[in-house]
């Protein structure tokens, strides 16, 4: 199986979009670990530009590197063997080393806790319970990597059926299909069906969530194989932007009249959701027509920038919410407070992952290969594709 270096970059690109919104949702009216002292409603309409999309899109260039991978593994159970310490070790040591210093941040923050960061990560982290409403010890923005091995662990025992399922993808999705079917998909699960709502990140409570991003992993497996609806993609790229485009205008246009917590009528309402779901999957589908059609070539720093993608992610929100708690007390001007956010984070990801690379033994917690089962490919430029 080719690697397409196209969705190479767009896996990079959607992670660097994640943590600039991370950041973004420091100055935003919406709950986060840690908030600017005057939150402005007017950033929200650039933050729903991404905000539809880029969690699916996720999922999808996760189901596309799982095929790879599953590909270059000797059976399924290697590759789920492989895929789950690439996933678990990082989560658990995650959740026990990076995520605590958000959780901390936030109550003394939002809810007056008064004790010391080592007193609450050795006494009161590891509760197993709730402290002030916060559940700990908790994943945070880690639960995306539980949600991963949850479907790749459900991938992995649809790979044993040995079905031949990928003529049936190519003919659905060959075609204009690639664009109606999936957009039909999610107006019928995510409006008609079921009203999308706040996500719980919690797995076993988050179904609806779970009724957009598994059949997205999913459609990202099998796309990898299927040339015939990546070139679908290729084809219909301008009208997907379009119509992105529309379904945003939509979105941005009903925020713009009901800030905040102002709440738009019924049928104002239901057109805010089918221009959300009309904008989710038609920023994708252009996003993938234009990987195929202008990115699908190498670079000497892709090798380095798709290792580097999951030591970013693990670090990224711990950085932003700790050097964001640390600026409230200095009442900046939210703009210096997000160029200081913005450089201290690329700059934290960067030293995280160069420091963590250069270390043996802390390669696996940060989501990297140990050095001796590296493939000889890692060095000269093309990699095993990474994860998420």
Known sequence: MERHYGMDWLRIGAFALLILYHIGMVFVPWGYHVKTAHPADWVAIPMLLPNAWRLMLLFLVSGFASRMLLARSAGVRRFLANRSTRLLVPLLFGMAVIVPPQAWVELVGQHGYARGYLWFWTQDYFRFGTLD???LPSWNH??????LWVYTLALASLATLRLDLQRGFDRLFGGTGALWLPLAWLLVFQVLLFRRGPETHDLVGDGVAHLAYFP??????????????????ARLWKPAALLAVAGYAVVAAVEARWPGNAVPPPTVRTAFAVAREVQTWTSIAALLGIAERWWNRDHPLRAMLTEAIFPFYIAHQTIIVVVGGALLPLHLHPSAEFAILLVATVAGCWAFYFGGRAIPWLRPLIGLRPLANRPASATKGTPV???P
């Not at 992993?217 to 070139?231: H, K, N, Q, Y």
């Open 142 to 147: 880690l639960w995306f990597v539980a949600y």
């Open 133 to 135: 409403g916060i559940l």
């Open 385 to 387: 594709p990474g994860v």
């Open 216 to 233: 997205a992993f999913l459609f990202g497996f099998a796309l990898a194989g299927s040339r015939v609806t990546m070139a679908a993609f």
